[in-house]
């Protein structure tokens, strides 16, 4: 879907939302898997342009470890989510030119509604005018690029409190960790064990030590406490335009910019959302644009002030992270640490 000679993922292209997902070549006959002996709920659609599966659906990937996202050989990419009418599974893959949705559990009917939004339906590439040719280039790379919009908040602004602060190694290994033990199995025939995030409930009774043991510290354990606590409140900000959605994440004590940008980016598909306070982004973008490896978050802001014309400046910074244009490493990486041993 991405092109014949579709750039091969790097670390870079993956921080940006890519996941590898196969043609499909080993789908057996009808489209469906083994494992899927009992049909669930299906739905088929029709996008207007090129999709590619692995780089609309990356995103919401935490890791190649997740229990709640998983891409399987067959070209599917399955993902278990608390809806609002509870837990479901979506397994997603393309057939010719169209995208078959199966969905089970009580959350089935709800994820099948929002198969389209998922896949990008609501966004419009064509907003999008580069003025770069890095970027212009990678757009042409890349035509299957759409932003999904899950619908749901707290399964996006979780994960993006655990990666306060952390490398990505250890808030991926503190998500698994709790996911595996308090989250719900994913209803249906899914390909391996794969759980739904804990409800609002659970996430407030997991015990002080076992946060401690997933090796997240005090500060964002409090955060995601905080956050369960007015949960109603902060999925209701699904419905509202994605600055007053960020106003409202905001309000939450622990829950800054960086934060709410990486939720509303996924929940809203915020094409604008640009997230700052990052540690790595600024230099990127810096570099990939103006040759500044040093850039802080005033230049690269200043380097994305032509997209922010067109609401666009999240699209450009993800387009910049597929290119694969980044500053050589001249240091070791951050040292990952372990609080659960101590």
Do not use: N
């Not at 998983?70 to 608390?82: E, F, K, L, N, Y």
């Not at 995030?197 to 997991?206: E, N, S």
């Not at 109603?232 to 106003?247: F, I, N, Q, S």
């Amino acid at each position: 879907m991405a092109g014949r000679f579709a750039p091969r993922p790097t670390r870079t292209t993956v921080r940006g939302g890519h996941v590898a997902v196969p043609s499909g070549g080993a789908m057996p006959a009808g489209g469906v898997p083994r494992q899927a002996a009992a049909p669930g709920r299906t739905r088929t659609w029709v996008p207007d342009g090129p999709l590619d599966l692995g780089l609309v659906l990356g995103p919401l990937r935490r890791g190649p470890g997740d229990p709640t996202f998983r891409a399987t050989p067959d070209g599917s990419v399955w993902r278990a989510s608390r809806t609002p009418l509870g837990p479901g599974t979506l397994r997603v893959f393309a057939r010719g030119g169209e995208v078959c949705g199966q969905a089970w559990g009580p959350g089935a009917e709800w994820l099948l509604e929002q198969l389209p939004e998922l896949l990008g339906a609501a966004d419009d590439p064509s907003l999008f005018e580069p003025r770069h040719r890095l970027l212009a280039l990678t757009r042409h790379r890349r035509p299957g690029l759409r932003l999904t919009r899950t619908g749901l908040v707290l399964e996006s602004l979780i994960p993006s409190v655990l990666e306060q602060k952390v490398t990505t190694v250890e808030a991926y290994a503190a998500w698994r960790t709790l996911v595996r033990k308090y989250g719900d199995p994913a209803p249906g025939p899914v390909p391996v064990r794969m759980h739904v995030m804990p409800a609002p409930r659970t996430w407030a009774l997991i015990p002080s030590w076992d946060w401690h043991r997933a090796g997240v510290d005090d500060k964002r354990a409090s955060t995601v406490l905080r956050a369960v606590r007015v949960a109603a409140r902060l999925e209701e900000a699904v419905r509202m335009p994605p600055a007053a959605a960020r106003e409202r994440l905001e309000l939450v004590s622990g829950i800054g910019p960086w934060t709410s940008a990486e939720t509303v980016q996924r929940s809203h598909g915020a094409a604008d959302a640009v997230t700052v306070g990052d540690l790595h982004l600024p230099g990127i973008v810096g570099f990939a644009l103006a040759g500044d490896r040093y850039a802080d978050d005033a230049v690269m802001l200043r380097l994305l002030e032509p997209y922010a014309e067109q609401g666009q400046r999240h699209r450009a910074a993800r387009l910049i992270l597929l290119s694969g244009r980044v500053p050589p490493r001249r240091g070791p990486r951050m040292p990952v640490g372990d609080i659960g041993r101590f």
